[in-house]
């Protein structure tokens, strides 16, 4: 056990050690909890470490794996995003708020993955409720770059990227309101993918704007995110969005051949703010597409400018309603030691939530405010049923389109801390797919100064396959993926 090096290992590696009995479960769980031991202390990803939980697991794993009942995931150890219910296990939000709830009951992923065997190694560092671009809003701990340690690593699945990335597991489950795996995976140099809107169950999802969020696999590779999608996608009847379709098996059709794929590349998503760097390395990706047999076109998407400041309209009108079950009478954290109701509410408020939390409830407050709905919300809504429809568009013409996931390389801890413009400016590439409510991923495509750079595709609702088809020819035609941050 001692000899074997869980850098970068993919479930498809762990699965054959584990089936071929090189290593068991208990064993390699415990190799990375030995590793979260070790480098937690730089990384800060986790929220929790959950070792007795993931031995537990871990050796039902490998009862299972010795009377040959093992799926794809038995035995195989991540982590979850710490807004996912976890039932007996604390889900905080990174926030002081929730400190120290213990929900009674899982989320849907969570249950669907302990269906599969997968084993918990903890819960992963997020932006308060979700609410941020760099994972220095958590009010636990700000989680580092594990590829320099005085850069954010994104957000807000920040803890999540951070540990594929340092691999202090081998995936996790981040979630996706306007760019929150696709660009933490940029930043950090894995695989983010947010999947359709509705294809995997919220339930147990703790919300933050209903109409965007989703959840999706952060990996190390395309061909992990196809197997924890496969394995976390489907209909659930608790969740009214859900989607009630087949769930194909993601994994099949990937061979590395884009002939007669048509790629279309938005000249929007190379204007003024992008780095020189960083376009250069996803254009000469888009080049390696050409060469595998795509054919490339350059197209427009005139409304997805416009996408960032509907975002920032519906994203805080719906945390403003979402947030408001926070009053401290039910649950979570409470300050009443003041005499009266309404004292104790506007208390429990202003010391629970940190400062861009309130800042997102008090935007979204006065969006849907009187006087101002029609000017602000009714406003938004209508400009995103205008870009949905160009993308549903777009896709009569193309099977996916490429793009840059984030402007830049990851920045310094502290450097937009004082500039939420500038913070939110990171998601102006990711956030069209929330709008329209696609598919979209993100893959490594280069590294600048020691910092990796993300291509990201975005496919039509439901056509994750196209997406993934896409993205793994990429990865399979370069070695990006396999370089790994040095910590």
């Known amino acids: 056990m001692s000899t074997l090096d869980i850098k970068g290992i993919t479930i498809s590696v762990a699965r054959r050690l584990l089936d071929e009995k090189e290593v068991s479960s208990e064993e390699l769980t415990q190799a990375y909890l030995d ?251 888009i080049k390696i597409l050409g060469d595998l047999g795509a054919e490339i076109i350059e197209t427009s998407l005139p409304h997805s400018a416009y996408a960032l400041a509907v975002y920032y309209i519906i994203a805080p009108s719906e945390a403003s309603a979402n947030l408001s079950r926070y009053d401290g009478v039910k649950y979570g954290y409470s300050n009443d030691d003041q005499g009266s109701m309404w004292q104790a509410l506007e208390n429990t408020r202003q010391i629970g939530f940190g400062p861009e939390v309130k800042r997102r409830i008090m935007l979204g407050t006065y969006a849907l405010s009187s006087g101002y709905y029609d000017a602000y919300y009714l406003k938004a809504q209508k400009v995103r049923t205008i870009i949905r429809n160009e993308f549903k568009e777009a896709f009569q013409n193309f099977d996916v389109l490429a793009m840059p996931t984030a402007p830049t390389t990851a920045f310094d801890i502290g450097g937009k801390t004082d500039d939420p413009i500038q913070m939110y400016l990171n998601d102006i590439f990711t956030i069209p797919a929330n709008i329209a409510g696609i598919p979209a991923i993100s893959v490594s495509c280069g590294v600048i100064d020691g910092l990796p750079v993300g291509l990201q595709f975005m496919a039509g609702a439901l056509q994750e396959k196209k997406l993934f088809r896409a993205a793994y020819a990429y990865q399979k035609a370069t070695n990006w993926h396999t370089l790994r941050a040095s910590i």
């Open 35 to 285: 590793r979260i031991s070790n480098i937690e202390g730089n990384i800060h990803s986790f929220v929790s470490v959950t070792a007795d939980t993931a031995i537990e697991q871990a050796k039902a794993a490998d009862n299972m794996i010795s009377k040959g009942l093992q799926g794809t995931l038995t035995g195989i150890p991540m982590q979850l995003k710490d807004n996912m219910s976890t039932e007996g296990i604390p889900t905080t939000c990174s926030s002081k708020m929730l400190e120290n709830f213990v929900p009674p009951y899982d989320a849907h992923v969570t249950a669907k993955l302990k269906d599969a065997g997968a084993v918990l190694l903890g819960k992963g560092n997020l932006d308060e409720f979700a609410m941020g671009s760099s994972t220095e809003n958590s009010a636990m701990k700000v989680t580092h770059n594990p590829w320099d340690l005085e850069k954010v690593p994104g957000g807000s699945s920040g803890g999540p990227a951070a540990a594929v990335a340092a691999s202090e597991c081998v995936f996790s489950l981040g979630s996706d309101t306007g760019g929150s795996i696709r660009q933490p995976a940029s930043l950090c140099g894995v695989v983010g993918m947010k999947p359709t809107y509705g294809l995997v169950s919220r339930f147990g999802l703790v919300a933050f704007a209903s109409s965007l969020d989703q959840i999706g696999p952060i990996t190390s590779d395309v061909e992990d995110s196809a197997v924890v999608l496969s394995h976390i996608a489907g209909h659930d009847q608790r969740d009214s969005t859900s989607l009630n379709v087949e769930v194909p098996d993601y994994t099949q059709g990937l061979d590395g051949d884009l002939t007669g794929l048509k790629v279309g590349v938005p000249i929007e998503y190379f204007a003024e703010g992008i780095d020189q760097g960083v376009e250069t390395s996803v254009r000469d990706a």
